[in-house]
């Protein structure tokens, strides 16, 4: 297990050394930088030049690569061209609305996905599970804008129950206030998500009930449901577990989406407009600090994998 | 990815759009404020384009002046809505009749929001700084200023040359007083003399102001106001229905039925130096041939923008009409997509192949009238929809384009019609000489007789195309009074906000 988490923790490194050069240098290929924008229409190529100068972004693109790792391997992840505040400072802040949105998000995609998805294998063949099933398959292809606008539509502007946009100016320190703007936007996501994966649970309980050891538990005389909650399911379950690191990074992409749709002040907004401003500094440190989160959830599911499911150990 | 949720996001706002119009009621007439103006009250304003700093001295954008001239930074003199020229910091001017010097009488009693005091030589200081360094924004505009010198509360500027532009250039970035040896974070953090103080601001989200209860005129009316930046006008609409904002600015005219429905808001329209400008790359090729701009020009029926957009108007010409300089030049591009082929055939342009390059944050709207109205007489538009970094580089530094369109906002901007180095392309030395003597004029009615005239070229020239003049589209809320209706995308003055608590 030692040599096993270490041979992982190495990976992990080489693919956040190997991202960090995708992200600077692919980022470099974006026309445009943050001094014309700073400097506008109706400015003169010196003053972009001087403002470009003042930046740093002058010298060669190694030597910047270089600086910005140097950095970040002592915790430094960059600032802002546009205001000089610190990257990490920024992600810190804007985590407080978008971390809270992936958590309601998954919760909800779960407590979602895996009731309907175990009951609709239980009634496969049966007018309901193929209901469900189908039901399942639409709600996955729905568009993530569509969804939260559907819901905007019903929830917001003609039943007037929660807010259509926006987080509280005083955060957090209204809670019920932050919760109730988090609701749409995490429904939005968790519903799409959580079809996907109940399609996932539905198909992994349909697997369960073929194997051997769920058929063997039926023969010693459970009925069929019953070998399949007490045997099946715990192999479903760690399957799922999997499946939900993936679904870490869809929860990402989903928040860069609905905190657009429902002008959160989050990370994934953070993202856009940056990109827009071309920031590249910050635009890098925050793409940086997303690649990691989801590969060090990854990497957590794989040691948690390989810690619970006995046959993983025994081939180790 | 983009363009595809792009397109998504509009087939939303259609359909978002018809499901509302189906359950809203009958449109009434919004009622008048009848409450008190409450002192405490605190207003939220729907803004588009939130600034990228605070910078005052060296950001640029409309998004900058908006909202810190006026109302946290002040100049000697400031202006109207209708673009009339006013007392700020300054109690009083005179401009002597040759036109070289002006003189200011310094405000007493006026301090910063810091509390320090504004003294004569923080005047001196900033616009002598303004003028000294090329990197601060309009350093340019104070460029005919030969020296800059104080006597008491008097202030004098002694120009080397008249300059018919140096007052109103006073009552925007050139003319802003700030502390000499300040050492606030200009970036996120200001200090100015005006009716209100920056609170906060959460970047990516909003801006608060509140009162400064220490301002030397007549105080503010409201304790706070929040610019909330919401670019999305669907996102705004659903905010101002669930009463999360009083004050939607950038409205879209033709929503007007939808934000009006339950009585809450009224939608004002106001003028706006707003100028969807078409420009031409005229350098080479088949546009440097003033017959195929021309029939570009007689192809496009601008009607059918103001239509389309719900407001604004028409213009034919580089000015706008809250500008000196205004005439009517309906006459020069009438539409007539006839007259237009005949010209295209004349210039052997037929079957031209044309790309539009437009930044992606305008309604798809522009392009599409575009697209079919060329389409029309012969001429294939290619639309190429970029970001606005990428429209910097390709069109405004690299003059990489055929055709672009911008919304210019700025007012009297006439100057980049005389600048032969600008991305419009637009080289004419009759027009730059008579600018030049419209800013040598002393008397003001002579200095917007030679721009009109210069107009007028630059108009017969199709130096480009100016496919509508902006209306400033706001929706107030009901209890709220003192809002700015007119060019609100450059300036935004907020002295007379008031909320009414009935």
Redesign the interface.
């Known amino acids: 297990m030692i040599r096993y988490t270490l041979t992982r923790l190495a990976l992990l490194a080489l693919g956040l050394l190997i991202a960090s050069v995708l992200i600077f240098f692919t980022l470099r290929v974006?026309?445009?930088?943050?001094a014309?924008?700073?400097?506008?229409?109706?400015?003169?190529?010196?003053?972009?030049a001087?403002?470009r100068e003042q930046l740093g972004l002058t010298q060669p693109l190694p030597v910047q690569y270089l600086d910005w790792i140097g950095g970040v391997l002592t915790g430094d992840l960059g600032t802002s061209l546009?205001?000089?505040?610190t990257v990490a400072s920024?992600i810190a802040?804007?985590a407080q609305v978008t971390v809270p949105l992936g958590i309601l998000s998954l919760l909800i995609a779960v407590l979602f996905s895996i009731p309907f998805g175990v009951i609709s294998a239980m009634r496969r063949g049966r007018a309901d599970g193929t209901a469900m099933s189908v039901g399942a398959q639409l709600v996955a292809a729905v568009?993530v804008?569509?969804a939260g606008?559907m819901l905007?539509?019903v929830f917001?502007?003609?039943l007037?129950w929660l807010?259509?946009?926006?987080?509280p100016?005083a955060g957090w320190q209204d809670p019920g206030a932050a919760f109730r703007a988090l609701i749409l936007p995490a429904l939005t996501i968790g519903i799409v998500e959580g079809a996907m994966l109940m399609r996932f649970v539905r198909s992994a309980t349909l697997q369960a009930v073929g194997q051997d050891f769920v058929r063997t538990a039926a023969a010693k005389g459970l009925t069929r449901n019953a070998a399949l909650i007490r045997h099946g399911l715990p192999v479903v379950g760690l399957s799922v577990i999997t499946v939900l690191g993936l679904q870490v990074a869809g929860i990402i992409v989903g928040a860069v989406?609905v905190e657009?749709?429902?002008?959160l002040?989050g990370i994934g907004?953070?993202l856009v407009?940056d990109v827009?401003?071309?920031?590249l500094p910050k635009v890098q440190g925050e793409l940086l600090a997303l690649t990691g989160f989801v590969l060090i959830v990854g990497f957590l599911v794989d040691l948690a994998h390989r810690a619970i499911d006995p046959r993983q150990r025994e081939a180790s | 990815m983009p363009r595809r949720s792009a397109l998504t996001a509009t087939a939303l706002v259609v359909v978002g759009g018809l499901l509302l119009t189906a359950c809203s009621p009958a449109s009434t007439p919004a009622p008048t404020p009848t409450g008190a103006p409450d002192p405490d009250a605190s207003v939220a304003i729907r803004l588009v384009l939130e600034p990228g700093n605070l910078d005052i001295r060296q950001t640029a954008g409309a998004a900058v002046d908006q909202i810190l001239v006026d109302n946290i930074y002040q100049g000697l003199v400031s202006r109207t809505p209708e673009q009339d020229i006013v007392p700020a910091l300054a109690e009083d001017w005179n401009v002597s009749s040759d036109g070289l010097t002006y003189t200011f009488t310094l405000r007493e009693g006026v301090t910063f929001h810091d509390g320090q005091e504004l003294t004569p030589q923080d005047v001196v200081w900033s616009l002598q700084t303004r003028k000294d360094t090329p990197d601060w924004r309009d350093s340019a505009r104070l460029a005919n200023v030969e020296s800059i010198t104080a006597e008491g509360q008097e202030i004098t500027l002694a120009l080397s040359e008249p300059d018919s532009s140096l007052l109103w250039n006073l009552t925007g970035r050139a003319g802003i007083i700030l502390k000499e040896g300040d050492t606030v974070d200009y970036q996120t953090a200001a200090n100015g003399t005006g009716p209100f103080v920056l609170d906060r601001w959460r970047q990516g989200d909003s801006i608060t102001f509140a009162r400064n209860d220490a301002y030397w005129g007549e105080p503010a009316l409201v304790a706070e106001v929040v610019f909330d930046y919401i670019p999305d006008t669907q996102a705004a609409l659903n905010a101002a229905l669930a009463d999360e904002v009083d004050v939607v600015t950038g409205f879209e005219a033709e929503l007007t039925p939808q934000i009006e429905a339950d009585g809450a808001f009224t939608v004002v329209l106001g003028e706006s130096t707003d100028k969807g400008t078409l420009a031409f790359n005229q350098t080479s090729g088949p546009l440097a041939d003033k017959r195929v701009r021309q029939a570009i020009r007689q192809a496009i029926d601008h009607d059918a923008f103001i239509e389309a957009l719900g407001s604004g108007q028409t213009q034919f010409g580089p000015i706008p009409s809250l500008d000196p300089g205004y005439e009517d030049l309906a006459d020069v591009a009438p539409y007539d997509p006839e007259a237009a082929r005949a010209l295209l055939e004349e210039a052997g342009a037929e079957d031209l192949e044309l790309e539009l390059t437009i930044p992606n944050f305008y309604n798809t709207t522009i392009p599409t009238i575009l697209v079919s109205d060329l389409n029309e007489v012969g001429i294939t538009l290619e639309v190429n929809s970029v970001d606005f970094g990428t429209w910097l580089t390709d069109v405004y530094t690299n003059r990489d384009y055929d055709l672009s369109f911008v919304l210019h906002t700025e007012a009297r901007d006439f100057e980049n019609w005389a600048n032969p180095d600008y991305y419009f392309t637009y080289d004419n030395p009759e027009v730059q000489e008579l600018y030049a003597e419209s800013l040598a004029a002393t008397d003001e009615g002579e200095a917007a007789e030679l721009l009109a005239d210069a107009a007028r070229i630059v108009a017969e020239d199709s130096a480009a195309d100016w496919l509508f003049n902006g209306a400033s589209v706001v929706a107030v809320g009901t209890t709220i009074s003192g809002m700015p209706s007119i060019n609100v995308n450059e300036r935004l003055n907020l002295a007379q906000l008031a909320k009414s608590n009935g």
């Not at chain 1, 807010?163 to 987080?167: D, I, R, T």
């Not at chain 1, 657009?260 to 002008?263: N, R, V």
């Not at chain 1, 827009?276 to 920031?279: C, H, K, V």
């Open positions: 974006l026309p445009g930088d943050v014309q924008l700073i400097a506008g229409v109706n400015s003169t190529p010196e003053q972009i001087a403002i546009w205001t000089g505040t920024e802040e804007k568009p804008v569509w606008m905007v539509v917001a502007v003609w007037g807010p259509a946009q926006g987080f100016r989406v657009q749709l429902f002008t002040p907004r953070m407009a827009d401003a071309r920031d």
